[in-house]
Nanobody, 115 residues
């Protein structure tokens, strides 16, 4: 069955780093652009980063540019979000999303940045 399972969220101090993972199954992972979104309580869901299926082109939101990068390993059906220099405003639930599964959202993984 279709699944996108996020993991790796944690409590981290400002300036710290985390890497989130997204493992996809039940669909053609390698042919899907994969995006990372985040949502904090009471706030709109925000697109954080995207990596395309073919050329593995990447794009990151201005709010995280220079701090976050996205990668993928299609052999293990995994996308990763590498987060550096984390700030309190990065606190959110992070979700991955597949291009051809527009209505599917997993459980997400909580990232909390606090001293």
């Amino acid at each position: 069955q279709v699944q996108l399972v996020e993991s790796g969220g944690d409590l981290v101090q400002p300036g710290g780093s985390l890497t989130l993972s997204c493992v996809g199954s039940g669909f053609s992972f390698s042919y899907n652009d994969i995006s990372w979104f985040r949502q904090a309580p009471g706030k709109e869901r925000e697109l954080v980063a995207t990596i395309t299926s073919g050329w593995k082109q990447t794009n990151t939101a201005d709010s995280v540019k220079g701090r976050f990068t996205v990668s993928r390993d299609n052999g293990i059906r995994t996308a990763r979000l590498h987060m550096n220099d984390l700030r309190p405003q990065d606190t959110a639930v992070y979700y991955c999303h597949a291009e051809t599964l527009p209505t599917y959202w997993g459980q997400g993984t909580q990232v909390t940045v606090s001293s």
